[in-house]
């Protein structure tokens, strides 16, 4: 039995962009390559090779914008009931639901008014309270807030709206034991050691124009639609729609929210347990690769032994050959037997004169420079 998921093609994007395509495909019930084929039918782009992995180790990573279209076409995906397999990220988001609808304390509906607002709230308020609609805006009709505060770009009549949804989140999000901080990007909340941005934006229409000397541009339209993005590596949007607004829908915000920390804890983990394990590896292959060097090095100086020993028999054969015929030059015998306890590789007889010599090449180890 199949039943169908129903995506538009900016939530898959976002899905592809935020879960790797073997793990996500697991939501579906389909093999990575058959979810790769959807998004490759629908024209989603896919993160490239090692993207992943980049991401892991903190490198700058690039996400490829999803290609507008002027019909968006409604992505069905079937799933197979049949298969069985329990889904990790299924199992999470249930776990969180629960949790989130158990946590009593949680304001899941927005107030009508804006009542004693967070600090954040208000500053955001009074912000908006001096603005004016600007001819120049990326949307038309709307104002934004300036850097420095939480990132809102909405239309006059909607700025109310905007900021009871705002407090609302930021509130429930203390309440979760988020902590938060406004940067360049705007606001941000973070747990477990990560960070995800939110943004509050009024949707738009495109509308193209032609002046009175016939140029012709395209504009963006307010149209009077609110939208949350919650941005993390991929972007999640909460948007009105004909049967729901945003403010009916902060408990699937926060889920998602919760869920997606709890996943980035969870990939945290085993990026840990996996990276102990390859450190764990690469010691074991360094303890192997120094033992092997210490054995061929152990066997080089056992065949140069054995080399010098052949040469050392010659030069003691020839010493008791110069000893029997020269028996009055005791000085040279003296030497040479000195000489010879410096070369035998079984004495190896320390000799001041030659420390700095290769019994194996008799040539220097190093020339030493004498400075007068």
């Known amino acids: 039995m199949n039943n169908v998921v129903k995506l538009t093609r900016t939530e898959l994007y976002d899905k592809v962009w935020a879960t790797p395509l073997t793990t996500l495909s697991k939501e579906f019930n ?39 279209q002027e019909n968006e076409e409604e992505v069905k995906i079937y799933v197979d009931q049949n298969k069985n397999e329990p889904n990790p990220i299924n199992s999470l988001r249930q776990i969180v639901t629960e949790k989130i609808k158990k946590n009593s304390a949680l304001i899941l509906k927005v107030s009508e008014r804006l009542s004693k607002p967070d600090e954040i709230t208000s500053k955001v ?32 009549k909607n700025v109310s709206r905007a900021l009871r949804i705002l407090d609302n989140l930021i509130k429930n999000f203390k309440i979760l034991g988020y902590k938060m901080n406004i940067d360049s990007e705007g606001l941000k909340f973070a747990a477990y050691e990560d960070k995800i941005t939110l943004y509050i934006k009024e949707k738009s229409n495109i509308k193209d124009t032609t ?16 939208a949350v993005k919650i941005v993390q590596y991929g972007t999640t949007e909460f948007a009105d729609t004909d049967k ?5 829908q902060i408990e699937k915000i926060l889920i998602k929210v919760e869920t997606e920390f709890q996943r980035m804890a969870e990939n945290r983990r085993k990026w840990k347990i996996e990276s102990e394990k390859r450190e764990e590896l690469r010691k074991i292959e360094e303890a192997k690769q120094k033992m092997k060097d210490e054995e061929l090095a152990k066997f080089i100086a056992f065949y140069n032994d054995a080399h010098r020993w052949k040469k050392f028999i010659i030069l003691k054969e020839y010493f008791e050959y110069m000893k029997s015929h020269n028996t009055t030059n005791k000085e040279w015998i003296e030497w040479a037997e000195k000489k010879l306890d410096w070369y035998d590789p079984a004495k190896n007889t320390e000799d001041g004169l030659m420390d700095n010599v290769d019994k194996n090449t008799l040539e220097a180890k190093e020339k030493k420079r004498w400075d007068w």
Do not use: H
């Open 30 to 68: 389909l093999s990575d390559n058959g979810l790769r084929k959807i998004c490759i039918k629908f024209d989603i782009p896919l993160p490239p090779m090692g993207y992943w992995q980049k991401l892991q180790f903190g490198k700058k990573v690039v996400q490829i914008p999803l290609p507008q």
């Open 244 to 248: 729901l607004l945003v403010e009916d």
């Open 211 to 226: 002046n009175e000397r016939g140029w012709k541009s395209r504009d963006l339209i307010a149209n009077g639609m609110l």
């Open 125 to 156: 308020q009074e912000n908006l309270s001096k603005k004016k609609v600007n001819d120049y805006a990326k949307i038309k009709g709307t104002i934004d807030t300036d850097g420095g505060l939480p990132n809102i770009v909405v239309s006059p």
